[in-house]
């Protein structure tokens, strides 16, 4: 393998000793799409431990056609058939990558592993992985200089909470199957494929990203990929296919591409960057409780350069008396008790509102506030789904450019780095909209204070039929 060369690599979940089958597959996959650079296995790769088709490869009877690297025994029984833990060739052309580590082949690939379950106690079992293993693994990596993070990372058990932000697997309920160690490594090591098995489904997540969008430098994707069991009843895929450039070997800018699909990271922060005395708090507590960036406006009523009140919960901020409403800043232009505000552009104002409450600061807030709203003035709303393009609108750190045509179709844009502030207006004043290319930059489009009175009263007599408010 050639360093600085795409690599075709192939995936496969628990092969639980069929090798015939499993290798049958193979073949039929390279006589179809070509040579295969090499074979990854996760799960559970022994069946029993008097398997007479592994005997076959062990003995040399049989030779695997496609160099395999697999990961450890997932429960005692197949212990056995692992001798040495910091890896060894098995048979020809198998080979089993050991506990835990990273390989690095000649081309630049790196491929992070951690072998077995997550134990239950310590000291973990030869079957288990425990928090110092994959501790050990973290700052192994991390504590090498400008670490961006892994081609793949191979486990057997799945990431806890995997689902969250993105699609759910059918079936599965990550919350007890899945591994908070596994989460954290994933979390730290940020791998552009993370494959698993175990559970005996196929589940391919949608990419999330490893950063906070406008808060940190944008970074390259993580795809989850879960694999079912060779020979399943169910034809459910357990063998993957893809191509894969080495992350060393790649332009900084492709690196970074975000896919349209991309969502939030599913893992919370892991705790620091150093050794493993911090890990065994595995993940940083929620923060559904703390404030979120305001991007546009401010609209505290508190003079610029006084700190707020800090020490305080939301809580016992609710608990507090309601304060009076407070007089809007001289510079706030849509308040209508500000002295500033230019009533002569009002079109109509109505007095039953869906207010959003000025602390709200998660998606679950929002909706519970328009829910409460809704009941009290008896507006029908429909349910906001779980993953509903709204939710992922309001998500905070999330904007979006929306536009909805007049043939009832949406269109969502994903507000990236260098995103021009100014572009729907180009495309509304473009020759092919509006065919107006000198409104496109506003200043052009300045009127006197007595042209703005008779447009804002042409448009009252217009949107009149229309006007809600004058029916109240």
């Given at each position: 393998m050639e360093a600085g060369k795409a690599l075709r690599v192939l995936a496969c979940g628990d092969v639980e000793g069929r090798l015939g089958a499993l290798y049958s597959r193979v073949q039929a996959v390279q006589k179809k799409s070509g040579p295969f650079d090499l074979l990854l296995c996760v799960g559970n790769f022994f069946g029993s431990a008097q398997d007479a088709e592994w005997e076959e490869y062990r003995t040399g009877a049989k030779k695997a056609p496609i160099q395999t690297y697999i990961l450890g025994a997932n429960n005692s029984e197949a212990v056995c058939h692992f001798p040495d833990v910091s890896g060894c060739e098995l048979a020809e052309n198998i080979t089993?990558?050991?506990r835990k580590g990273v390989f690095s082949g000649a081309s630049g690939l790196q491929i992070a592993y951690l072998s077995?379950?997550?134990?239950?106690?310590?000291?973990?079992?030869?079957?288990?992985?425990?928090?110092?293993?994959?501790?050990?693994?973290?700052?192994?990596?991390?504590?090498?200089s400008k670490f961006r993070g892994v081609d793949i990372l191979l486990t057997s058990p799945w990431p806890k909470d995997v689902e969250a932000f993105g699609n759910s697997p059918a079936g599965v309920d990550t919350k007890k199957c899945g591994s908070g160690l596994v989460s954290l490594l994933a979390a730290s090591l940020k791998p552009r494929y993370h494959f698993a098995a175990l559970q005996k489904i196929y589940y391919e997540r949608l990419p999330y990203r490893n950063h906070a969008v406008l808060q940190e430098t944008t970074q390259h994707v993580s795809r989850f990929i879960a694999l079912a069991n060779v020979g399943n009843v169910d034809k459910r895929k357990y063998l993957y296919a893809f191509t894969i450039l080495p992350m060393a070997s790649m332009d900084p800018k492709d690196l970074v591409r975000q896919p349209a699909d991309a969502t939030e990271s599913p893992y919370r922060r892991p705790v620091g960057g150093g050794g493993g005395g911090e890990i065994g708090a595995l993940l940083q507590p929620d923060k559904k409780d703390e404030p979120t960036c305001q991007f546009f406006f401010?609209?505290?009523?508190?003079?610029?350069g006084r700190k707020r009140p800090g020490g305080e919960s939301r809580e016992q901020q609710r608990k507090r008396p309601n304060p009076k409403p407070p007089l809007p800043t001289a510079s706030c232009w849509f308040c209508l008790a500000s002295p500033e505000v230019e009533k002569h552009l009002v079109v109509s104002i109505g007095t039953h509102v869906v207010p959003v409450p000025e602390d709200c600061c998660v998606t679950e807030d929002i909706k519970e506030a328009f829910l409460s709203q809704a009941e009290e003035h008896r507006i029908e709303l429909l349910e906001i789904p779980e993953h509903s393009a709204l939710k992922q609108i309001v998500q905070p750190g999330m904007p979006y450019f929306y536009v909805e045509l007049d043939n009832g179709e949406k269109l969502f844009h994903r507000i990236g780095k260098n995103f021009p502030l100014q572009f729907g207006r180009e495309v509304l004043a473009s020759e092919a909209v509006l065919g107006m290319p000198g409104r496109a930059d506003w200043r052009s489009c300045r009127m006197s204070r007595e042209e703005e009175a008779a447009a804002a009263q042409d448009f009252r007599r217009a949107f009149e039929p229309f006007d809600l408010a004058q029916a109240e």
């Open positions: 089993y990558l050991g077995g379950a997550e134990a239950p106690q310590e000291p973990a079992p030869m079957h288990c992985f425990s928090a110092k293993d994959v501790a050990d693994l973290r700052d192994s990596l991390l504590s090498t401010d609209l505290s009523s508190k003079p610029k």
